[in-house]
């Protein structure tokens, strides 16, 4: 277990940070409203959701890593995959990124968040159905 | 136990070698894939872009080439002007069938008055366009008419909003045409009508003037005589026209066809050198495995496990990494470059388009087949030797 | 049963230096024997027992089983042989360490070209008979020394073999383990009549056979003394 936990672990990094550097408020671009306050965009908003979605992520990583029963092997397989599901639907469907497609958010963050997440729910279901030996841990 | 089972127990029984053999093959069959769709991306996109074109010669005022390459690749605005009289001039010599001239213009960077910032927009006129204006017949069933556009596959009215605005004037766009991974998918298209339109409007309604020089003209596409050959008439309008370069389209994008032929090689030799770090790799660690499974491998012929049997046993779990491996290296390759494609575009500089189904289900198999090429040629020789030994060697201490 | 004719091996070191393990020996093991053939490390005892059962090819001589020369025959023919023909218990751990007991004792059926009906059966009353019956789902470490002995006997009489190799199947195991293994097999030689040939350094093991050889120096010298 502990090669998935580490994996998961760094794939919850990478959730947290990417975002952080690539939506369009860290660009410097905002938007203005009609009493000319600026305030950040959605990309900003799923960047922060995104930390939300990461921090419980390298909890699982962690205790993945240390873990040694089936049964609680699986049910942090099956807790880190649907946080990667979350950290999927954040930039599509639950808050989103911007229509440039040429900005950051949809360049970098947008794609990065579905890939990792892609990953992380990869991860959970192979530490569900792999064998014990395979996952490192005798059976 | 059949073969399979004992394969797939055996895979299990030795995690750190399955592990690495299968990340082996992960890494080059991804590697082999997005090499492979990056390059053929970009000259599937290139031949897109020339058909879109539609012209055998585009010709320009010298000088302009790079940047109206550029402009067309990459959707970089570009702005070069020459007489419109060479429209006239053109369509008088010899071997030409069309000459329709395009104005090159650009949005303005960061404007209120612009709904996109530094577009690239073309100015046909539609009394002899060839590019656009047939599409527009069979898709919409009629020209474009003041204040319409088409726009590239990427181009889009803003949420919210009923038009584009574009120096202030407000355009209404028809329709978008096919995505082509070039700069043609971020171009909006417009007649020489509505440019002057907006050029007028300017003056009033936006932060700063368009300015269309009077008398002037970007580019002019010609078509050539079916009977006339393209680089010959290319050549005599060069002689006969002075300030212009006339490409021939054949010729067009050499810029990018030489960056594109000098990734191709970086591309080649480090995938040569992963391959080859991988054979290795792999020859090493089956080396290793089988070295350590020596008796156990004695014991199976002691108990009457033919040496054929051996070696298929051993390749077996070879071709079930590979393809394991192989299999997930081509998912994730995949994925990450239809994710990230725009980046790519951008980062790297060059067009790109994903192939169609049929064509990436090919070099998918393509990928998968490198994969367990590479593993079972690596374990070949490590497993035709363990099940080559005596019984009774393989099992001393 | 089993019968060598003249059989000699010789080893190259890797200098290339010739070392003669078994020279010139001449053995009939009749159907129905439990030959125990004794010497000290180095005799060749091993040796003899690895070309008898046809796991090293003789660098001169003859080796039959039964009616077959062992070395008139392809790779698969004697693969198949050895599989429907003798049994093996080794002296080290031999075991496949992926699968289970069960799994363990049914493994030379694998490699047979005919049906195995009945098999699963046969290796239930087997681990019955040497005591293991409720260790069938277990893995080779999780038992003992002796334990995993047993079931190694219990897998050379799965395919009902007409001869049992043994090389030094007790030299591991501690004194009450080893009358154990001893007494088990006993036992089966009597009631299968399965011709066993035994290789030990110990003469202490002597009284379980039918008749004892001594080898020295890569010849049989002589009937052994029992104990």
Redesign the interface.
């Known amino acids: 277990m502990k090669i998935i936990g580490i994996l998961i672990m760094a794939l919850a990094v990478l959730i947290a940070v990417v975002p952080i550097f690539y939506n369009c408020q860290h660009d410097g671009k905002a938007l203005t409203l009609a009493n000319g306050m600026k305030v950040p965009m959605k990309c900003f908003w799923t960047a922060m959701a995104a930390i939300a979605t990461a921090v419980p992520l390298f909890g699982i990583g962690l205790l993945q890593m240390f873990s040694r029963q089936k049964e609680t092997r699986r049910a942090l397989g099956a807790l880190g995959g649907v946080l990667g599901v979350m950290a999927i639907a954040l930039p599509t469907v639950l808050i989103g990124a911007c229509m440039h497609p040429d900005a950051s958010c949809n360049l970098v963050m947008k794609p990065a968040l579905i890939f990792m997440g892609i990953l992380t729910l990869g991860l959970g279901v192979a530490s569900m159905a792999l064998p014990q030996k395979l996952a490192g841990q005798p059976a | 136990?059949?073969?399979v089972r004992?394969t797939l127990?055996?895979?299990?029984?030795n995690?750190f070698r399955?592990?690495t053999v299968f990340l082996c093959a992960l890494v080059v069959a991804g590697l082999t894939l997005s090499a492979t769709l990056i390059l053929r991306g970009a000259e599937s996109s290139l031949r897109l872009a020339l058909k879109r074109l539609g012209a055998d010669i585009v010709v320009v005022p010298q000088g302009a080439e790079a940047k109206v390459e550029t402009a067309l690749l990459m959707g970089t605005p570009a702005t070069a002007w020459m007489p419109a009289g060479n429209v006239g001039k053109l369509a008088t010599t010899p071997g030409v069938a069309v000459a329709s001239p395009q104005l090159y213009l650009a949005s303005l960077s960061n404007a209120s008055c612009c709904s996109a910032s530094e577009m690239f927009v073309v100015a046909l006129d539609p009394a002899n366009d060839f590019t656009i204006t047939p599409w527009l017949k069979q898709r919409l069933g009629s020209d474009l008419r003041l204040g319409e556009v088409v726009g590239g596959a990427?181009v889009?009215t803003?949420?919210g909003e009923r038009y584009i605005k574009l120096y202030g004037y407000h355009l209404t766009l028809k329709g978008n045409l096919e995505p082509t991974g070039t700069g043609l998918d971020q171009t909006m298209f417009l007649t020489f009508e509505t440019a002057q339109a907006v050029a007028k409007g300017s003056k009033t309604l936006a932060e700063k003037p368009l300015t269309i020089p009077a008398d002037s003209v970007s580019a002019i596409l010609v078509n050539v005589r079916p009977e006339a050959d393209p680089r010959l008439v290319a050549r005599r309008i060069k002689q006969d026209l002075a300030g212009v370069s006339a490409i021939p389209s054949l010729d067009l994008f050499q810029t990018f066809r030489r960056q594109m032929s000098g990734v191709l090689r970086a591309v080649i030799a480090l995938m040569g050198i992963t391959w080859a770090l991988a054979v290795g790799f792999i020859a090493l660690v089956f080396s290793m495995a089988a070295n350590e499974r020596r008796?156990?491998i004695?014991?199976?012929?002691?108990?009457?496990?033919?040496?054929?049997?051996v070696f298929q046993s051993l390749l077996a779990e070879a071709a079930i990494l590979a393809l394991g491996g192989g299999g997930v290296g081509l998912c994730?390759s995949l994925?990450?470059i239809y994710?990230?494609r725009?980046?790519l575009v951008?980062s790297l500089g060059i067009p790109f388009l994903l192939p169609s189904v049929p064509s990436l289900l090919l070099v998918v198999s393509g990928g998968l087949a490198v994969a367990l090429t590479t593993v079972t040629l690596a374990a070949l020789i490590p497993v035709y030797r363990i099940s080559c030994q005596?019984?009774?060697?393989a099992?001393r201490e | 049963m089993i019968s060598l004719q003249n059989v000699a091996k010789t080893f190259l070191t890797k200098d290339g230096t010739p070392v003669p393990a078994v020279k010139g020996v001449s053995l009939t093991v009749a159907k129905g024997e439990f030959v125990i053939l004794t010497g000290r490390s180095g005799s060749g005892k091993t040796t003899l027992l690895n070309l008898a059962a046809g796991l090293t090819r003789p660098t001169a001589g003859e080796v039959h089983i039964g009616d077959a020369n062992l070395w008139t025959l392809s790779d698969r023919d004697q693969s198949q042989l050895r599989n429907r023909k003798v049994g093996f218990i080794f002296q080290f751990p031999s075991l496949l360490p992926s699968l289970s007991v069960v799994e363990n004792v049914l493994l030379p059926l694998s490699f047979r070209s005919n049906g195995t009906s009945g098999a699963a059966q046969r290796a239930t009353e087997l681990l019955a008979t040497v005591g293991l019956a409720e260790k069938m789902g277990a893995y080779p470490r999780q038992l003992s020394a002796g334990q995993q002995q047993r079931v190694v006997i219990a897998r050379s009489l799965i395919n009902r073999p007409e001869v049992l190799l043994a090389d030094e199947p007790t030299s591991n195991l501690d004194e009450q383990t080893e009358r154990e293994i001893m007494g088990m097999l006993r036992e089966i030689h009597a009631s299968t009549a399965v011709t066993i040939l035994l290789v030990t350094h110990t003469s202490q093991l002597i009284p379980y056979g039918t008749r004892a050889l001594e080898m020295m120096d890569g010849t049989i010298r002589a009937e052994a003394l029992p104990v």
């Not at chain 2, 127990?9 to 029984?13: K, Q, T």
């Not at chain 2, 004695?298 to 049997?309: I, K, M």
């Not at chain 2, 005596?390 to 060697?393: D, F, N």
């Open positions: 136990m059949t073969l004992l127990r055996n895979l299990a029984g995690a399955s592990w990427r889009f803003p949420p008796r156990e004695g014991v199976l012929r002691a108990l009457g496990a033919p040496r054929t049997y994730l994925l990450a994710l990230f725009n980046l951008v005596e019984p009774a060697l099992m």
